[in-house]
């Protein structure tokens, strides 16, 4: 089965021109049916972005994370969290994860 994306939303920052990566963040990939559906999207940080769509039952809220490495600092998790709990209180939603 081939998925045709037609649609990148995307939230991030650039990165020095040294370095070969040219963009950090998260990517929402849209199929066409879905770009037509995106009612708004809210880039909230490089690792975080909402999307709301409109479907025949409502609107439907998806919050995309690309949470901090282990790596990462305790003080970098902690706000990236704050920052995906402050997200995702509207959205009403429940918490699915991978």
């Given at each position: 089965?081939?998925?045709?994306?037609?649609?990148?939303?995307c939230c991030g920052r650039d990165l020095p021109k040294d370095n070969p990566v040219t963009v950090v963040g998260v990517t929402l990939a849209l199929n066409r049916a879905a770009h037509?559906?995106?009612?708004?999207?809210?880039?909230?940080?490089?690792?975080?972005?909402?999307?709301?769509?409109?479907?025949?039952?409502?609107?439907?809220?998806?919050?995309?994370?690309?949470?901090?490495?282990?790596?990462?600092?305790?003080?970098?998790?902690?706000?990236?969290?704050?920052?995906?709990?402050?997200?995702?209180?509207?959205?009403?939603?429940?918490?699915?994860?991978?």
């Open positions: 089965m081939r998925l045709e994306l037609e649609i990148t939303t037509n559906a995106l009612k708004a999207w809210f880039p909230v940080h490089s690792r975080l972005l909402v999307a709301k769509f409109q479907h025949r039952f409502g609107t439907l809220s998806i919050v995309v994370a690309y949470d901090p490495t282990n790596d990462a600092s305790d003080i970098v998790k902690d706000e990236f969290y704050e920052m995906l709990e402050q997200a995702m209180q509207p959205t009403n939603c429940s918490v699915m994860s991978r």
